[in-house]
């Protein structure tokens, strides 16, 4: 199983950045966990690599790309695979378990429109995604990192949002946020109107209305029952 967090620079001297928006923990899986690992991955899994992919060649068809940016346990990721048979979907998340938990959801659900990737999203789209190539990037409930001095944390910057902006396909590629935390929401906001190339799809231009299509997550349910707002944020680009 492969080491999610990278060095500060890569082998051919490439800088990578050293503040990552997770941390790493090491987990001890059962037999089980590591059983459907191995059974699963070679089947469903994408290795990281640092060269360009066809996403499109991983399926059987070839469909509009959507990337999901920390997927959880994968359930919902699954779920909406399977109501939008004419999409490929490509996960990315750094938690093994989420990991193991996706592939078994894949497998249950006997889904050929999906991909996972295990490795930080950052390097992902760096090293791995064409520009111009993904019709939609959708990212629910990232870690808000709430204490102050860990908010640098936070994975949305506007590097960030110009790096997605680079892999979204023009005149039409769509961003799709969602957050439980209102403070996280506004800086998200302030972040993407700041860039000419995209635009709010909110009607009042901040917050759409939560769509259908997104189901309802565990973080999602959580996050309710703190009694929080929750916030979706969309915007198409240019």
């Not at 997770?22 to 699963?40: C, E, G």
């Not at 490795?119 to 993904?134: G, P, Q, R, T, W």
Request: charged fraction near 20%; proline fraction near 3%; glycine fraction near 4%.
């Amino acid at each position: 199983m492969q080491n999610v967090i990278t060095l500060q620079y890569s082998k051919n001297g490439t800088f990578l950045r050293k503040t990552h928006s997770f941390v790493s923990r090491n987990r001890k899986l059962s037999r089980n966990k590591h059983d459907v690992f191995n059974k699963f991955w070679p089947k469903f899994g994408i290795n990281f690599q640092s060269s360009y992919i066809n996403a499109n060649n991983f399926f059987t068809i070839n469909n509009p790309i959507v990337l999901e940016i920390g997927f959880g346990k994968g359930l919902s990721l699954c779920r909406t695979a399977l109501n939008c048979s004419s999409k490929n979907f490509l996960g990315v998340e750094v938690y093994l378990p989420g990991i193991i938990s996706c592939l078994k959801y894949i497998h249950l659900y006997d889904l050929k429109n999906i991909r996972i990737i295990y490795y930080d999203a950052v390097e992902v789209l760096h090293n791995m995604i064409h520009d111009k190539s993904i019709f939609k990037i959708q990212i629910f409930f990232p870690d808000p990192w709430l204490k102050r001095r860990h908010r640098k944390r936070r994975i949305f910057t506007r590097s960030f949002a110009q790096l997605v902006l680079k892999k979204l396909v023009p005149n039409g590629g769509i961003l799709h946020i969602s957050t439980d935390c209102q403070s996280y929401a506004e800086e998200i906001m302030s972040i993407v109107c700041s860039i000419d190339e995209y635009i709010n799809l909110s009607k009042y231009n901040n917050y759409i209305v939560k769509p259908d299509s997104r189901p309802v997550t565990y973080f999602e349910k959580r996050g309710k029952n703190l009694g929080n707002t929750i916030f979706d944020l969309m915007f198409i680009v240019r």
